[in-house]
T-cell receptor
Framework: EPEVTQTPSHQVTQMGQEVILRCVPI?????FYWYRQILGQKVEFLVS????????KSEIFDDQFSVERPDGSNFTLKIRSTKLEDSAMYFC???????????????FGPGTRLLVL | AQTVTQSQPEMSVQEAETVTLSCTYD???????LFWYKQPPSRQMILVIR??????QNATENRFSVNFQKAAKSFSLKISDSQLGDAAMYFC???????????FGEGTQLTVNP
């Protein structure tokens, strides 16, 4: 069964450093998402991406964050200058299409645990 | 903004018994989607079940079923014949329009006792 993959599974970085989290969505999917979950809290939406541009972003997704689909398979989240409060699990999700059709939903990757020291 | 509320931080059930997890949401929309996701200790997010608001029939997936009460804005998850592998955090989620962001509740930690 196709699945969303994410690398790395864990990343430790120093405050102020740049990190890039990578995701490979399911191959025929067109819509891509990033969410984060601070330990013990609920999952929060960061950004959605379609047709090579951001379609929606939350107030969390400030200028320190960026997303890119550099090739036909990868979808990346970059944090330019990490802060302690960026420590969280980051989930990538993808979906095939949108519309009133059964079976369309967001499928999540296993997540990347980011720890900022 | 839409909100999703799960009022039960923790629930427990005996193996083979039935448990119901509650979820309420707030929206002014008439068409939307609701989901239950399971998050085991690995923290992977696994889709359990989905419900389209325009469908009156409650969704079912094997031992998992929902009670969708649109007027009450309630979306509860029933797990029948609970198994040890059902132990996890369960999140209720709302999607306003197909393709938009998912808004999650706070989660309910389910413990299954042998």
């Amino acid at each position: 069964e196709p699945e969303v993959t994410q690398t790395p599974s864990h990343q430790v970085t120093q405050m102020g450093q740049e990190v890039i989290l990578r995701c490979v969505p399911i191959s025929n999917h067109l819509y891509f998402y990033w969410y984060r979950q601070i330990l013990g809290q609920k999952v929060e939406f960061l950004v959605s991406f379609y047709n090579n541009e951001i379609s929606e972003k939350s107030e969390i997704f400030d200028d320190q964050f960026s997303v890119e689909r550099p090739d036909g398979s990868n979808f990346t989240l970059k944090i330019r200058s990490t802060k302690l409060e960026d420590s969280a699990m980051y989930f990538c999700a993808s979906r095939a299409s949108v519309g009133l059709s059964a079976g369309e939903t967001q499928y999540f990757g296993p997540g990347t645990r980011l720890l900022v020291l | 903004a839409q909100t999703v509320t799960q009022s039960q931080p923790e629930m427990s059930v005996q193996e083979a018994e039935t448990v119901t997890l509650s979820c309420t949401y707030d929206t002014s929309e008439s068409d939307y989607y609701l989901f239950w996701y399971k998050q085991p200790p690995s923290r992977q997010m696994i889709l359990v079940i989905r419900q389209e608001a325009y469908k009156q029939q409650n969704a079912t997936e094997n031992r998992f079923s929902v009670n969708f009460q649109k007027a009450a804005k309630s979306f509860s998850l029933k797990i029948s014949d609970s198994q040890l592998g059902d132990a996890a955090m369960y999140f209720c989620a709302y999607e306003e329009t197909s393709g938009s962001r998912l808004t999650f509740g706070e989660g309910t930690q389910l413990t299954v006792n042998p």
